[in-house]
């Protein structure tokens, strides 16, 4: 999966997008994101344009008794990224994950949905790259 979570209070989705990054994989990165008319031009006191994600899903999340948690559902905002400095070295978060590691397309297409990635993170990312 890719890096993600949980936006914070007062934080918007793709400064929650840099943080989980940074906090899952230890690279700084710069959110990539549609370029949009500026709404506030000449009036910026009254808010800011927010970067547009890439897709947004409403996913549904089976209960999970491990974990002591209800069925539920999550809305995913879905952002590309690129490093901040090339030389950065990714480092796992072992908290969040098991490995970390770069694909290939051709090492997604080979990924099986059963057991290695869910089927509508692979079929987005064929579709995009």
């Known amino acids: 999966m890719p890096p993600g979570g949980h936006v914070e209070e007062n934080e918007a989705p793709e400064e929650t997008a840099r943080r989980e990054c940074k906090e899952e994989t230890g690279l700084d ?3 990539v994101g549609n370029a ?3 709404l506030f031009e000449g009036n910026p006191s009254e ?3 927010l970067k547009s994600p890439i897709a947004m899903l409403l996913e549904e999340i089976p209960a999970c008794p491990e974990r002591s948690e209800p069925a539920h559902q999550h809305m995913d905002f879905l952002f590309l990224a690129r490093p901040l400095d090339a030389s950065q070295t990714a480092v796992l978060d072992e908290t969040e994950g098991r490995e970390i590691r770069w694909f290939s397309r051709e090492d997604i297409e080979k990924l099986d949905e059963q057991t ?3 089927s509508n993170v692979k079929k987005y990312i064929l579709s995009v790259f």
Do not use: L, P, S
Request: cysteine-free; proline content about 0%.
């Open 47 to 49: 808010g800011r344009m």
């Open 116 to 118: 290695e990635i869910f």
């Open 29 to 31: 990165v710069e959110i």
């Open 36 to 38: 949009q008319d500026n």
